[in-house]
């Protein structure tokens, strides 16, 4: 597993933590699952709901096993669903369409529950930032809220 660059992790205040990461290569899967967990036990919050969300329009967050071929396997979906190579409008301003619109089917955000101080996963469930256009410089932001 590659590791993570962690450019910075700090908290704006109690319940929000902004993590700067650097992705290495243009379409990857990053596992923030233990920054995330890591993030919800600062806060000391043992009840609630976790809020994992990207401000980038060709990067998403998903929740998905961390195996190394159904990594490959999903990859292998993006340029099946979206071809790179394929003539997009955006393209005439800005040549990465494909990776916006992949993120349009992925999404910015994942939602977990909170409970006795813990996020609740499935024993196989990680949470991933996807990088849809790097690398680049990209944030998460981890928000949790009490209940
Ligand atoms: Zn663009």
Redesign the pocket.
């Known amino acids: 597993m590659k590791k993570l660059i962690i450019l910075s992790n700090s908290f704006i205040n109690k319940r929000v933590r902004i993590m700067d990461i650097q992705t290495k290569t243009q379409t990857e899967l990053i596992d923030i699952t233990d920054s995330v967990r890591a993030a919800v036990k600062e806060t000391g919050i043992t009840d609630g709901i976790c809020v994992i969300s990207t401000r980038h329009?060709?990067g998403s967050i998903i929740i998905n096993e961390n195996e190394s071929g159904l990594k490959k396997d999903i990859l292998g979906m993006f340029e099946n669903l979206v071809p790179e190579n394929k003539s997009y409008a955006?393209n005439q301003i800005?040549n990465?369409?494909h990776?916006?619109l992949r993120a349009v089917l992925l999404g910015m955000s994942e939602t977990v529950p909170v409970e006795d101080g813990h996020i609740v996963l499935g024993t196989w469930q990680r949470i991933f930032f996807v990088e849809l256009d790097g690398p680049r410089r990209r944030s998460v932001n981890i928000k949790i809220v009490e209940s």
């Open positions: 329009s060709t955006h800005d990465n369409a990776a916006h």
